[in-house]
Nanobody, 125 residues
Framework: QSQLVESGGALVQPGGSLKLSCVASGFTSDIYAIGWFRQAPGKEREGVACISTTGEICYYTDYVEGRFTVSRDGAKNTVYLQMNSLKPGDTAVYYC??????????????????WGQGTQVTVSS
């Protein structure tokens, strides 16, 4: 059974850090890239970061560049999103998604085919 499972979301104060994890299972050989996306209440889902299965960075949104870092551990089939200097505007449900074709575009959710269930990140004092 193919699936993506996110974890690591929490309530954190402004300026704090979190590390999200996305574990892939059941279809890892079909994956070209893993993207992180987020969706805040009342807003569209937006791309945050993306990394290919060869370790190339395929996307960072300008809003998080310099604060967030995407990385992968191939041996664990896991992609991470290290989030530092968190702001209230980072509050959202964070999803990881897998691109199963070469035609993905980092940051564009419509080009990713398989999605996790999401993990809530809340930045508030």
């Amino acid at each position: 059974q193919s699936q993506l499972v996110e974890s690591g979301g929490a309530l954190v104060q402004p300026g704090g850090s979190l590390k999200l994890s996305c574990v892939a299972s059941g279809f890892t050989s079909d994956i070209y890239a893993i993207g992180w996306f987020r969706q805040a209440p009342g807003k569209e889902r937006e791309g945050v970061a993306c990394i290919s299965t060869t370790g190339e960075i395929c996307y960072y949104t300008d809003y998080v560049e310099g604060r967030f870092t995407v990385s992968r551990d191939g041996a664990k089939n896991t992609v991470y999103l290290q989030m530092n200097s968190l702001k209230p505007g980072d509050t959202a449900v964070y999803y990881c998604a897998a691109a199963l074709t070469i035609y993905y575009v980092g940051g564009h959710p419509g080009t990713f085919q398989s999605w996790g269930q999401g993990t809530q990140v809340t930045v508030s004092s």
